[in-house]
Structures are given as structure tokens and as C-alpha cells.
Antibody, heavy 115, light 106 residues
Framework: EVQLMESGGGLVQPGGSLRLSCVAS????????MNWVRQSPEKGLEWLSY????????YYADSVKGRFIISRDNAKNSLFLQMNSLRADDTAVYYC????????WGQGTLVTVSS | IVMTQAPLSLSVTPGQPASISCKSS???????????LYWYLQRPGQSPQLVIY???SRFSGVSDRFSGNGSGTDFTLKISRVAAEDVGVYYC?????FGPGTRVDV
């Protein structure tokens, strides 16, 4: 059974940083691309970033380019999202999801950016 | 690319069919002949889950009551006989852009 478990969310002040993690199990992690997607009431579902299986290809949405960094550690079946210069409109539930087609999603972790 | 959906809300009697439209601002037909159009269902309190991929293929474990069709810029998700477990918000997605969602109530 595919399982994705996000962690690292919480309350952070504007301008601050957070690092999200996603631990995967139930599939061969190092053969699948991964994504981060977020959801907020204001913006709905918003894709943020994609990383290929071997990290050779990385893409970002314009809204986070230059502020967020996606990475992975295949030895630890883990995906990461380093979020810097956080703004109030980054407040959302953040999901990791498998493959370009977003086949499977984690349960999400809530990030709240507020002073 | 902009994805739109209609209706945004739908109330259906159990056992009756339902249909959701998704339109894209540009053709989704790729030069490789594939069309990357996906449908997701987000049940209340849950994460989204893939229902249909590449316009018309049901994802593993998805009921055959679900079907998808369309081409170019116009696509449709159909539920042949709506059941209680089909309640939630349905999203179409292409090129990492999501539609606004259609809320389905029973």
C-alpha cells in the first residue's frame, strides 16, 4: 500500500522559513517523480514543484520560484520542500504527491504564515 | 493555461447519473498524441485521489461507474449511478493547473 506522510508544518512569521518532509513507503520511491501541491480556500489546489526520480529535472510554479526548493533523498525515501521568505498567502495545506499524474497524495501538513 | 469547470455545485439523487464539464483555455493534445487530462475526487476531510487519467482511463480501484471522455479543450466526467461515497469535490487538472472544483452532494 502506497503511503505518504508529510510533516514539518506549523505556524511561522512572515519572512520566516520552514522545511517540509514527506516520507514514502509501499512503492519503489527512487523510480518515481514527486510533487508538492498546496490547497487553500482562497486559491484552491495549486501545484508548486516537481522533481524527477533522480533529481535531474526540477520545476517550480512562478508563485514560489526563487523562494522554495524541492529536493529528495532516495536512500531515505524522502521528499523535502524548503520554504523561505514565507508570506501570508503561503498559508495552506501542503501535500506531496507521486508522479506527473499525482497518482497518490499524502494526508497533508498545515502551514500557517502569520504574525 | 486556465481550467474551468461546470457546474460548480451539483446535487444528485442516489442512483441517478451526474456529469461534470471541464474546459481548458488551450488544446491539451500533446505532440505525442496523448492528452494529459486528469480527474480527482476529494472526499470531505480527505486528500484528493486520482479517479481518471489521460482523459478516459480509470485509476486502479476506481468504480466502473466513473467514465471520462473528451478531446482538445472540452472534457467530461460522468458518474453513471451516483452513490453516497461519491460525495465530494471533483477537480480536473492538466499541465499542473487545476480547475476550481465541482462540489457533488447526494
Amino acid at each position: 500500500e502506497v503511503q505518504l506522510m508529510e510533516s514539518g508544518g506549523g505556524l511561522v512569521q512572515p519572512g520566516g522559513s520552514l522545511r517540509l518532509s514527506c516520507v514514502a513507503s509501499g512503492f519503489t520511491f527512487n523510480t518515481y517523480s514527486m510533487n508538492w501541491v498546496r490547497q487553500s480556500p482562497e486559491k484552491g489546489l495549486e501545484w508548486l514543484s516537481y522533481i524527477s526520480d533522480n533529481s535531474d529535472s526540477i520545476y517550480y510554479a512562478d508563485s514560489v520560484k526563487g523562494r522554495f526548493i524541492i529536493s529528495r533523498d532516495n536512500a531515505k525515501n524522502s521528499l523535502f520542500l524548503q520554504m523561505n521568505s514565507l508570506r501570508a498567502d503561503d498559508t495552506a495545506v501542503y501535500y506531496c504527491a507521486v508522479r506527473y499524474s499525482l497518482d497518490f497524495w499524502g494526508q497533508g501538513t498545515l502551514v500557517t504564515v502569520s504574525s | 493555461i486556465v481550467m474551468t469547470q461546470a457546474p460548480l455545485s451539483l446535487s444528485v439523487t442516489p442512483g441517478q447519473p451526474a456529469s461534470i464539464s471541464c474546459k481548458s483555455s488551450q488544446s491539451l493534445l500533446h505532440s505525442n498524441g496523448k492528452t494529459s487530462l486528469y480527474w480527482y475526487l476529494q472526499r470531505p476531510g480527505q486528500s484528493p485521489q486520482l479517479v481518471i487519467y489521460e482523459v478516459s482511463s480509470r485509476f486502479s480501484g476506481v468504480s466502473d461507474r466513473f467514465s471520462g471522455n473528451g478531446s482538445g479543450t472540452d472534457f467530461t466526467l460522468k458518474i453513471s449511478r451516483v452513490a453516497a461515497e461519491d460525495v465530494g469535490v471533483y477537480y480536473c487538472m492538466s499541465q499542473f493547473t487545476f480547475g476550481p472544483g465541482t462540489r457533488v452532494d447526494v
